[in-house]
């Protein structure tokens, strides 16, 4: 059976100390590996390691048992001050390793004249480089000739999984086809002797995997089997990365059709033998993605492999541009914009452009009072409760890195957080009027579904006043979270707007957004807060528990058993009452109470009423208007402790029992709880010595999860709001996470009739959460149930002004100076700032494509004084 060691990588600052908990069956443990930067302190009888960082840099340390088993955990040390600042960002991205060549694919390139991008490596930075690849070594090992591994993308920062870690298990044989599945086309021809062949077509690949477990007993082969089930089994409709140990340069794509039946080995063993069968709907095997940066026009390309490789050919421009594309020596082209040479006219100049990798280029609000003409709605605080914002770890991102100061902030105040504003712009056209579009790109990533965070934008004015806001933010209890846009300076004006028809406020409108809704299953949280030291000084203290307990349903006249739902409700809550005392111990204001919830909990079971029910009533089965109802209860605990004087106090415990009873009024009859019995002890402690000041106390408090998601619970979204002649038009779609490509996939679309004119010039973000009980400071003075916190980042702005509407006879400026784009030759997509461009694109493109194996010339447009130009592609093999 395998260890495992719990996190599996560590961010260790160099003056902390974390603690590794080991979990799965060992007897004595041993640390291996390179762990000469940190002190590591093996705990066999606590199973755990314990770390401490001495000196920066990044090793992988090794647990082993006697049985051989390992686990592995990647530890980066690093100074403090780093450690705070990629709090909630992932522990290691150092980004691809990769090998600095001299680049000799050019005509004019002298092979024995180093590459202007090759670079030399000091031997400091050869040792960070190392240590680097041990890491991504430890991160992503690689597949044995024994094992395989499913579902990996190092890429997108996903592990897969190793055969290996699924149990005691090892290939013998992969067996591949020479060909994937081939079906002839014919056709029968009159009066002809054969048939007249029409070519083949090639279908899916099926590879055969035998591979053969080894068990000790009935536990493992479960455990075994339930493993390989749970990694390879594929519900959703992606094919998944497959690498043999025995093929480690090739991946294909593919899903598990059959698992054969466990075939035993030998008698009374639980070793057995299986066949997997992998088939892989495009049947070309993928090579490691090769790059080529173009540094001639034009460019040759020699892919690896013999086969097709779909090129993706990326653009960072220098200058405004009207098009862009290319072509290839062997047929075909792409072409992006406008080929006309008559006189450029830029129809969409942009006025404001924020990519979000420095905060200089943002102002903090930090006194609401500044705000003259408009302020956040609500309870909103921005900026004044110790927010901070910082840049991500890939420098593309505005992120929220503390909502609040927790000190200074209690549960259930509405939203907190912190507000940035941007520089001015003008977006006034030359006639006067203003009409501009924008595109805004953000995140709201969410971990923990009960937990309550807002991403929102505001439009300000010329005149410093609030146009309209909008953005995503998360309702109570993990309910939908709901996308949102308002009109006006104030909240009473917004609503007054919404009421109209001119705003939106629901979690979307579109077909997409609907079928990602899913009702999930309600769970229940238990907090607990405490013991905590509080200062009571009370007079007196009443906790008081109800319970009741229900039946509903129907029971025959029979002998059959009926079956209906029992509920049991308990409330629990305690009452305090304090007078205020001087420094005399003197009376110095009134009594005042104040009332705690404990416990607010509802329980249901399906139950045989029949074994409730014992007897008859009146001669008669019980039924559900009455009957039942007398086998209801209510049972009342209430505890009172009085402090008497300052030597004793007094408790008295009560406890009421209550039966359900009715009575007949005006013909209808009614129920009430009759109380049947109760009992009261007193105790008086006159060793007491005096009104407690302080005592530890514990809270439980009970809380639901509805456990609802969307398309907003967690999503990565493009703002598109396109204004002129007084109407917004407003379009929130998915971006892929990974690519940062616009999907297409929209949410929430609209337009609207502005109530007044909209001179944008200046553009607010801000960040929110509601402090929820988890949030709580304990006596440590930290969260009593910490979690992950939602994720909120802007990751880039831009503001166009439309001078006119753009024809598509113009020829106009389509993408500005720093502005990027991309032609995807294998979803045949166009993209400009990540953002969908296809309507660019000209009706002769064809999308030609590389093979392996041949030299292709690639010319691309514009050239170099103009753009950076990338052409990246996977090679593959048939």
Known sequence: MTINLIPNNILLGVSDVRTIAITGPYQTLTLAGNNTLAIATLDNDNASITLTGVKLGSFTLRATNESGDTAKVAVKVATDAEVEANAGQPIIDDGPIEEYINDV?????DENQASPYQEALSDDDTAIVEEDIETL????????????????????????????????????QVVLPITPAVSENVQNMAGT?????????????????NLTSINHDEDEYRQTIENMSNALINLGQTEHSMTFGQYPDRTWFGHFTTMSDPAWINQGSWDFKTTLTFVASDPKAYLDTEQVEVVANPTIVTPSGNAESYPIVSYVFKDDVKQFGYSSSQGGEVAVGF??????????????LNECSDLAQWHQVTDV??????????TIVPG????????????DTIRVKRYYDPTKVDYGIGFSGGLLMSDSFNTKAPNGTYSWQADIRGYHFKHYNRAISSIEF??????GERLARFGIADRQGGNWPRCFLYFGSRYAKEQENLKKGIGFDASGNTDYLWKTHKNGKNKSVTITNGPEKQAINVDRVVTTTETNTWYSGNVGSSAKIYWGEKTVNVTKKRITYSTPIDAKGKKSGKQTSKTKVLQSTSNKSWIPLSKVVKKKVHGKYVNVVRGLGLYSTRKVVKQTVVWNNNTHKTTLNRTENYDRAWYQKNGKTIGYWKLVGHKTTKNVDNNASGRASTANITTNYSLTDLNNTTALTSVFGKWHLDYHDRKLHIKLTQVDPDDGLDTGKVIFEGTYNTPNEMAFSQLGVYFGKVPIHEDKLGSDGKPVQPYEMTEEAVTDIRIYKDLTVASASNSRIIAHKGDTAMIDGETRNVYINGNLANELESAFSSYPNLKGGRSDEISVVPDRSKADVTITYRPSTR
Not at 369 to 378: R, Y
């Open 105 to 109: 694919s050019q005509p004019d390139a």
């Open 339 to 352: 080929s006309d040479e008559q006189p450029v006219s830029d129809l969409r100049p942009r006025v404001y």
């Open 137 to 172: 070594e430890a991160l992503y090992p690689l597949p044995d000739d024994s094992s395989f591994v499913y579902g990996r993308d190092t890429d997108r920062g996903i592990q897969g999984v190793l055969s290996s870690d699924l149990g005691d298990i090892f290939i013998e």
């Open 384 to 395: 004044t409760d110790g927010s901070q914002f910082g840049i991500g770890t890939s420098q």
């Open 193 to 209: 002797y054969g048939q007249h062949w029409l070519g083949n077509s090639y279908g899916a690949r099926t590879i055969s995997i």
């Open 369 to 378: 009072n500044n705000l003259k003409t408009w302020g956040p709605t609500g």
């Open 458 to 463: 505001y439009i300000i004015s010329n005149t």
